[in-house]
């Protein structure tokens, strides 16, 4: 394997370490960076042996570890209640890590800085015994920890007073990854901060939104604040409305017991689709300081005021009697989920900005599970074009950034057919990455998340004020559908969702063709 240095990076100034080193994943034999050789470096996953450790923790450690991006003095030590080896935690990653034949030596060299300790979560005297085996792995000298909290909200407030109380590390900095749900509703989150809070500092906390982490996410700063021709158009002026959608073309697929506690708009609506509505949103930050740009999010947010029932449409998908294995299967049919289950696998929801830039202009938020497509994208459709001249053929032109699958940017635009007749037809100006970046590497969104902790970056973090924010928009809509007890609407597995979904998007000023569909070129 090639070495590759690090740039040394001190808490919160990590912007030119930062760029460096992701350049590197593109041309590692071109940057030489350095972070803290002398200081060693111990990472803590709590909730080793659950799924979202062995889906997308470990092998992102691995990602990290294989293209040389963390510092050298790196050791991994995994923490759960169940008693298992090395050997064995490795077995479980093994169906979820890539690895090719050429990496499998390196791949057993990071096998050999793991290390794993069983213990319950609120036994302070299991967090010794972990603070124990962390100081007889860990090198001499200075010592930097990361824990990862990959648990159950349910043990989230013990595992933390048990750090804290035992496992802070006596020589270097600590720093606490919380992964999402944070909290249910808008106490129960607020109840979680304070605790935290009264734990650690913010600049030592981490709330992780993984799509915060995408590289068509964290392009949009850059798209809309780095090209002069977007900012005249970016307001309610030549805006109709802004669509956010996120559809995934499976199920629960077994994972029904935890859907079911929290269902779609907690899962999804409202923290990964309203992230992307505040960037979009926003206005300019004073600078790429992540608190500048954190300010500017909250602003934003302050102006929406919480989302009423009326404003909504939830759907809960049924099996498709015509399909074939898990299309056949309704969402109630999941082993996992109660038979009377009226929990949303789909929501649509509309919402104001009460600002001059935005005054006026519906945004859609649109998320859902067993839909026609796996998609994520943020759709800007504007205005009809005045004065007509072409006896209403022209359809509305749409910037489009695709956040998966295959990234890309694209505006929809109107263009004459080619040849002789004087016709139109709608086509697309189009930056597709897999063509134009097709020899470069995106990083997964958790390896440049994971790598941001390890720098001290928090730009792409979700910082406690915002969070507040999230939840005082959408706790209200939350608690009148459980009182009111309501009743999703039924859309077919696979299809495009509720037919109901049409009438509220023409409510809201959106058009939609069916006319026209993108294709990455080949």
Known sequence: MPVTKYVTCQNGCCHDALDLIRRSLHSPENFECQLDEESSHVFIILGASGDLAKKKIYPTLWGLHRDQLLPKNTIFVGYARSKMSISDLRKNCQPYTKVKPEEIAWYDIFWKSNYYVHGSYDQRSDFERLNEEILLKQNNGNCNRIFYLALPPTVFEPATTNIRDTCISPTGWTRIIIEKPFGKDAESSARLSEHLENLFTEEQIYRIDHYLGKEMVQNLMV???????????????????????????????????????????????????????????????????????????????????????????????????????????????????????????????????????????????????????????????????????????????ELVIRVQPGEAVYLKMMNKTPGMAFEMEESELDLSYGSRYRNIKLPDAYERLILDVFCGGQMHFVRSDELREAWRIFTPLLKEIEEKDVTPFPYLFGTRGPRETAELLKKNNCKYYGSYKWSPPA
């Open 223 to 397: 798209l809309r604040f780095g090209n002069r021709f977007f900012s005249p158009s970016w307001s309610r002026e030549y805006i109709a409305c802004v669509q956010i959608t996120f559809k995934e073309p499976f199920g629960t697929m077994g994972r029904g017991g935890y859907f079911d506690e929290f269902g779609i708009i907690r899962d999804v609506m409202q923290n990964h689709l309203l992230q992307m509505l505040s960037l979009v949103a926003m206005e300019k930050p004073a600078s790429l300081l992540p608190d500048d740009i954190r300010d500017e999010k909250v602003k934003v947010l302050k102006c929406i005021s919480p989302i009423k029932l009326e404003d909504v449409i939830l759907g809960q998908y049924v099996g498709d009697p015509h399909g074939e294995g898990e299309s056949k299967m309704g969402y109630v049919q999941d082993e996992s989920v109660p038979n009377y289950s009226k929990t949303a696998t789909y929501a649509i929801a509309a919402l104001k900005i009460n600002n001059e830039r935005w005054d006026g202009v519906p945004f859609i938020l649109k998320c859902g599970k067993a839909l026609n497509e796996r998609k994520a994208e943020v759709r800007i459709q504007y205005n009809d074009v005045p004065g007509d001249i072409f006896e209403g053929k022209t359809k509305r032109n």
